[in-house]
């Protein structure tokens, strides 16, 4: 039987509790896809940045050019075209004839007959088909209702959301796109594991987009954290300016542990926003929190006698 994606009021998860001595540290795992009619009751979360000094948003990647307005605007026309095959190439004719005939039908399905897609890199068209995938199976793609509900929580509270991201510098971005434009991307991986995905685990996402819907920590623990990302950002770091930029994993965990246990360290209270698959799990930050000395409580696991865990 298909799996009913629910909708209406819920609460979402509880929080992480990440402490040391009188210092709290309060993660909400965040997660992608969620179900689209879905209206996330965010109390408890109101209540804990409204007592806290700090709140981190989630870990990620931010790129960063020399230019000015005027230069953003002059690199607009050098951007057109970026997601298209080198050389005019169709996708029939840059990704295996197997790996096309999976392709065809579900873009049929997701997507019509329209071909612009048909015009782009593998790693682009298949986020497209992903996408799509994901709306018509009543879910929406990324955290953004999430993180927008953060954002005006904190506006509220009077505390401008802090930002971690590993930087990168572009020192000449117009070539940088020049040479973007020319390269192939080693994108095959992303493509067909995003494939994979929408033909066998659009099932295990509306199960797991539920869960967090629900508050349900046993189906969120059990459920795999699998996606086609990795392989996806791999593509994009082996060309251009982020050939250089080393491990993006590592690095950007180790800016999330710099900046979590800094601010729990000078602040009595802080919210942080985490993918829950980087909360849940032996590999996860949070564990490498806790072999750091800090303690790390779940949500269902707080001692409903302490005043503290409410």
Avoid at 4 to 21: E, N
Wanted: hydrophobic content about 40%.
């Amino acid at each position: 039987m298909d799996t009913i994606v629910v909708a209406g009021a819920q609460p979402g998860p509880g929080l992480w509790k990440v402490s040391k001595g009188d210092h709290v540290l309060w993660v909400l795992g965040t997660l992608s896809p969620l179900p689209e009619k879905m209206q996330w009751r965010a109390d408890e979360v109101a209540e804990r940045i409204a007592q806290s000094q700090v709140v981190l948003r989630a870990p990620g990647i931010a790129l960063k050019a020399d230019v000015g307005f005027f230069g953003q605007l002059a690199l607009l026309p050098s951007l057109v075209g970026v997601r298209n095959n080198p050389d005019d190439r169709k996708l029939d004719e840059v990704v295996p004839a197997e790996l096309y005939a999976r392709w065809k039908p579900l873009k049929e399905r997701y997507l019509g007959r329209g071909g612009k897609v048909e015009k782009w890199r593998p790693m682009f068209a298949a986020e497209e088909l992903y996408k799509a995938a994901i709306r018509k199976n009543g879910m929406t793609v990324g955290a953004g209702a999430i993180n927008d509900k953060i954002e005006e929580i904190a506006k509220r509270a009077k505390i401008k959301p802090t930002p971690v991201a590993v930087v990168i510098g572009i020192d000449k971005p117009r070539d940088a796109i020049k040479e973007f434009k020319k390269s192939s991307l080693d994108d095959l991986d992303c493509f067909a594991k995003t494939l994979d995905r929408i033909e066998t685990d659009l099932g295990t996402m509306k199960q797991r987009a539920n869960a967090w819907a629900t508050g349900d920590l046993d189906a969120l623990r059990a459920l795999p954290y699998t996606d086609q990302y990795t392989a996806c950002v791999q593509a994009i770091q082996r060309t251009g300016a982020l050939r250089e930029a080393g491990d993006l994993d590592k690095r950007i965990e180790q800016a999330w542990l710099d900046a979590a246990t800094k601010m729990l360290d000078a602040n009595a209270s802080s919210v942080a926003l985490l993918p829950m698959g980087r909360v849940i799990g032996k590999d996860s930050y949070l564990a490498k929190m806790q072999a750091l000395g800090y303690a790390v409580t779940a949500p269902d696991e707080m001692d409903t006698a302490s005043p503290d865990s409410h």
